[in-house]
């Protein structure tokens, strides 16, 4: 039973790391349009996957490359 759990959490935490690797991308907020939620260079993590199979929602937080510079800004 004990190994049962050891192997339970060391596939967890093997596939969180996975799912961090692949999907998860820092971003640096720049400028003040997203005041007060993000603050001008604060740095976020966006989850890429969710924009690849599922639908994008008004309120969400993208990200989009304009002239090579990834900007962050809300669906309205």
């Known amino acids: ?6 192997l339970l959490l ?5 596939g969180i790391i996975l ?3 692949l999907f998860i991308r820092p971003y640096r907020v720049s400028g003040d349009s997203m005041t ?3 603050q001008d260079n604060a740095i976020i993590l966006i989850d890429t996957l969710r924009a690849r199979i ?3 929602r008004r309120g969400d937080i993208t ?7 990834p900007k962050v800004k809300r669906i309205i």
């Open 1 to 6: 039973m004990k190994h049962f759990f050891f």
């Open 10 to 14: 060391s596939c967890t935490l093997i």
């Open 19 to 21: 799912y961090s690797i």
């Open 36 to 38: 007060p939620t993000l």
């Open 54 to 56: 599922g639908t994008i």
């Open 63 to 69: 990200v989009y490359l304009q002239e090579n510079t």
